[in-house]
T-cell receptor, first 109, second 115 residues
């Protein structure tokens, strides 16, 4: 079993739709959680950290459920520019980042 | 722009050769992490350097080695290249060991092709 698992994708959704990404992690000692965005042939960029209380940044909402070891990312009113690969990332007890394989999102006009 | 630079941007090598990749960290950052990202996969942690010392290593063989210099720039060396080493190699810098290093800033990567 992979340490961080994500929906395999790709997700093809129309512009304006709401998209939900799911992620599970296996190490209950994991400390911090993040969503990164990676455009094609570019480096990953931090989208948002994920907190137990849930957090929102504009159209983006992240949730963490430590009991279920589950992380989610919701994108509302999706834009063409949201097309990218979304990577779920977990920091382990050694402060090292463990990455999911990513879910590719394609927003269609 | 993150201020993290990597060189070269692209590289083609043949099996058995050796390669050195370079990374300059963001000003004020003392921690550098290296990742390998194969096509269609997430980055895999290779190792991390904090103040010139290795601070953790992922599941990579000894032919992957690294170095960090007093100015906190870093090198990744790979000996006896194999076809499966073809990947995007990412360097990320952060502000310190432990929780202070929560956010890592990535360079643009070096795309290595092994023929």
């Amino acid at each position: 079993r992979k340490e961080v698992e994500q929906d395999p994708g790709p997700f093809n959704v129309p512009e304006g739709a709401t998209v939900a990404f799911n992620c599970t992690y296996s190490n209950s000692a994991s400390q911090s959680f993040f969503w990164y965005r990676q455009d094609c042939r570019k480096e990953p960029k931090l989208l948002m950290s994920v907190y137990s209380s849930g957090n929102e940044d504009g159209r983006f909402t992240a949730q963490l459920n430590r009991a279920s070891q589950y992380i989610s990312l919701l994108i509302r009113d999706s834009k063409l520019s949201d097309s990218a690969t979304y990577l779920c990332v977990v920091m382990d007890s050694n402060y090292q980042l463990i990455w999911g394989a990513g879910t590719k999102l394609i927003i269609k006009p | 722009e993150t201020g993290v630079t990597q060189s070269p941007t692209h590289l083609i090598k043949t099996r058995g050769q050796q390669v050195t990749l370079r990374c300059s960290s963001q000003s004020g950052h003392n921690t550098v992490s290296w990742y390998q990202q194969a096509l269609g996969q997430g980055p895999q942690f290779i190792f991390q350097y904090y103040r010139e010392e290795e601070n953790g290593r992922g599941n990579f063989p000894p032919r992957f080695s690294g170095l960090q210099f007093p100015n906190y720039s870093s090198e990744l060396n790979v000996n006896a290249l194999e076809l499966d080493d073809s990947a995007l190699y990412l360097c990320a810098s952060s502000g310190g060991k432990g929780l202070a290093s929560n956010e890592q800033f990535f360079g643009p990567g070096t795309r290595l092709t092994v023929l």
